[in-house]
């Protein structure tokens, strides 16, 4: 359904794994994204594709494109400003932090926060910008 984006896979652990008396070895890959601040609002826009063809979804203006295969499912992940009258940049009104625009095989989601996530089905991110 998806390839996994972010990071470098790992080595076969059977393969590496140490006594456990050894130093552990370097961490493989990038380290964790930083979480973001817990007082800031968060949006989630689940999206599933329950047609008969694939359906791509497009994260403006980041143009980011996943096609979900029937029967998938992936969440929109929005991270608002704390502490402001208007957490979602963008726009015209402080509660909407998308909009959507879909299209005959396309749905087109603009989220307007600082941070922005996809997640499939399983909460692994597919996608994160900044």
């Known amino acids: 359904m998806f390839w996994r ?3 470098t896979p790992g080595a076969d652990a059977s393969a590496t794994a ?16 930083e979480p973001w601040d817990p007082a800031a609002p968060v949006a989630r826009l689940p999206v599933t594709n329950d047609g008969l063809q694939p359906l791509e979804l497009v994260l403006e ?9 029937p029967g998938s499912k992936v969440t929109v992940v929005t991270v608002g400003r704390p502490d402001t009258d208007r957490p ?12 959507l625009q879909y299209l005959a095989d396309t749905l087109v989601v603009w989220p307007y926060g600082d941070l922005v ?3 499939d089905a399983a909460g692994n991110e597919l ?4």
């Open 61 to 69: 203006p980041y143009c980011w494109s996943e096609w979900l295969e």
């Open 18 to 33: 140490a006594p456990p008396s050894a130093v552990p070895a370097e961490r493989v890959g990038p380290l964790p994204p």
């Open 88 to 99: 979602w940049t963008g726009t015209s009104v402080p509660d909407e932090p998308f909009e």
């Open 5 to 7: 984006r972010l990071g």
């Open 117 to 119: 996530l996809l997640l």
């Open 127 to 130: 996608y994160r910008y900044p």
